[in-house]
């Protein structure tokens, strides 16, 4: 069934309806089903969605098979982690106020995910996830009108507007996580049976194969990699490293041979949701490892700043700082934006922008877009290189910029 042929029956399926939804609407509100940690039957979502229809054919009942094609497609974008808006929620680059009046595609697109995910019963949520579903709440609600923007963007409001724009798919991202899928990632006993068949048939001291899978695992940053990573480190957590294994050793996890394979593959598990929007999930695992080495060998903080920085944990932000002061890009480049969140375009956040600037003479112009950094990078890098940058960026520098709004315009600012 084409796109077209899909719009056109639901939108006259609506009409039939009693509460006649515009399209925009309807495409946001089945999205916005697909944040739900339960599945809605459409008998329970069809009259929150359209009240009652007044179908009296078989041609108009064929409108609810592309209703359910409409349906059907939005699940299979909540599931590929396709979660941009319609490309006519739009909005304008020279005022954003235009593309949020009455009846334009970007509100109404907003207030269908809003209605959905009134069905969330919030008493059942626990506090991570309580949390996802204000911060998306928080950015739709900013798009329903312009008497509601103008609360939230303030000054800079048509960069901010756009930047809130942007971030959408962050917010969207971390609420589908935590409310469907951060405990749904156990295996099942065939499931690791199959894999300890498949990869773990060796003797105890040939571990030239078990370095050659972790290699692979290790060089996969796709979602579909967290399944053989969980399956490796239940395997590991059901012979050496143990919960008692833990408990003895935390504090220099590091320094124990063993445990580096374990330690590599949790910061890489970490990577992953980061690099997919689930920020949240990656700061609780980056925290946990900061707690089993805090020395931080791997460098993990990095990654931690930044998730800090998206996901608004200002005070924990700052104790890393402090626990970790020392001259690096990326403690200089927390402490601006820090700085920046609490005071805007102020003497303290201007100190630190210019230790950026005397600390790497590329961040400005490469954050900004005035500079490029080359599409492979080199697996080092020396201080005020351009390579430093890019292992900046690589850690979600960027994003973290961007959720922090008029931040990167800030920073251009002569």
């Known amino acids: 069934m084409s796109p077209a042929k899909i719009r056109s029956d639901v939108i006259k399926l609506s009409e039939l309806s009693t509460k006649k939804p515009d399209y925009y609407f309807i495409q946001g509100y089945l999205m916005g089903l697909g944040v739900l940690p339960q599945l809605l039957v459409p008998s329970e979502w069809h009259p929150d969605l359209f009240g009652e229809f007044n179908i009296q054919n078989e041609t108009e009942l064929k409108y609810l098979e592309s209703l359910m094609a409409l349906y059907n497609q939005s699940m299979d974008k909540i599931i590929q982690n396709e979660l941009k808006m319609p490309a006519k929620c739009s909005l304008s680059k020279q005022d954003y106020r235009e593309s949020l009046k009455p009846n334009m595609p970007l509100p109404n697109y907003c207030k269908g995910v809003l209605q959905a995910l009134k069905h969330i019963n919030k008493r ?10 204000d911060s998306l709440s928080g950015v739709l609600k900013a798009f329903t009108s312009e008497k509601a923007a103008a609360k939230v963007f303030g000054e800079f409001a048509q960069y901010n507007a756009q930047e ?146 998206i996901n608004k944990q200002w005070e924990k932000l700052e104790a890393l700082l402090a626990d970790f002061d020392f001259q690096e890009l990326h403690t200089t480049a927390s402490r601006a934006l820090s700085a920046f969140v609490k005071h805007g375009d102020s003497k303290p956040a201007n100190d630190y922008k210019k230790m950026l600037q005397q600390q790497n003479k590329h961040f400005t112009k490469i954050l900004t877009g005035q500079e490029k950094l080359k599409e492979q990078q080199p697996p080092y890098f020396s201080p005020g290189s351009k390579e430093e940058v890019g292992v900046y960026l690589d850690s979600l520098g960027k994003q973290a910029w961007i959720s922090v709004p008029a931040s990167l315009f800030w920073l251009r600012k002569k």
């Not at 059942?124 to 579903?133: S, W």
């Not at 990869?199 to 105890?204: A, K, R, V």
Request: net charge negative; proline share 3%; charged share 25%.
């Open 124 to 133: 059942a949520l626990n506090a991570l996830q309580k949390q996802a579903v």
């Open 164 to 309: 809130y724009k942007r971030n959408y798919v962050y917010y969207m991202a971390d609420a589908i996580f935590e409310l469907r899928f951060s405990n749904d990632l156990t295996l099942s006993d065939e499931d690791e049976a199959e894999f300890n068949s498949t990869f773990l048939d060796e003797e105890p001291n040939e571990l030239d194969e078990l370095d050659e899978l972790l290699e692979l695992v290790l060089a996969d940053t796709e979602l579909k990699a967290l399944e053989p990573m969980q399956m490796l480190l239940e395997i590991m957590e059901s012979g050496l490293i143990t919960k008692q294994f833990i408990k003895d050793n935390t504090g220099y996890f590091w320094g124990l041979h063993e445990t580096r394979p374990y330690m590599m593959l949790r910061a890489h598990r970490a990577k992953i949701h980061a690099l997919h929007g689930y920020t949240q999930k990656a700061q609780s695992e980056l925290e946990e490892l900061l707690k089993l080495n805090p020395n931080d060998n791997q460098a993990n903080r990095f990654l931690l700043m930044n998730c800090l920085i």
